[in-house]
């Protein structure tokens, strides 16, 4: 766990996007501590994080505080809300194959907006330096990746997204 005095300064230079601290706690009760960062884009930095009580991972999409963010981040939780409301209805092979909100509401971590998102076992640039060592997916694993993203396409147009 991260002392208070750690955490003042939390943003970077430029003052809008969360500076991570591994050990800090998030969430509107402390129960979540962050263990990594999986990775950042242009608007928000993305942390594996652990819930304290049962150790469940977690992928936590912290925003920047710009407020156009902001109003992105309202949009972007009621399309995942209402894509998970879509899935629920669904048979659970669609399911597997989209990213799904933890938690239905978004929290506040020193005024930047956090979404909660369930974890990717890997994604496709770790799935490369894992597997392939540079040399490429073998065709199967292309077939496979392939498959399951044209599930998900077929789900969300179907639904005409």
């Not at 092979?93 to 978004?106: H, M, N, Q, S």
């Not at 799935?127 to 292309?142: D, I, N, T, V, W």
């Amino acid at each position: 766990v991260v002392s208070e005095s750690a955490l003042a300064a939390d943003c970077d230079a430029a003052g809008q996007m969360y500076d991570e601290r591994v050990g800090e706690l998030l969430g509107t009760r402390g129960e979540l501590c962050i263990e990594e960062k999986l990775g950042q884009g242009r608007f928000a930095r993305v942390f594996r994080c652990t819930f304290t009580g049962n150790g469940r991972s977690v992928a936590v999409k912290i925003l920047s505080s710009e407020s156009e963010v902001r109003e992105s981040a309202e949009k972007e939780k009621a399309i995942s809300q209402w894509i998970q409301a879509q899935a629920e209805d669904s048979d659970s092979e669609c399911r597997r194959y989209l990213a799904t909100l933890v938690r239905p509401e978004p929290f506040e971590h020193r005024g930047h907006l956090c979404l909660v998102f369930e974890i990717a076992r890997c994604d496709l640039r770790q799935g490369l330096h894992k597997y392939c060592r540079g040399a490429g997916f073998p065709m199967e694993a292309s077939r496979i990746f392939g498959a399951n993203v044209f599930k998900a396409l077929s789900f969300l147009h179907r639904r005409d997204i």
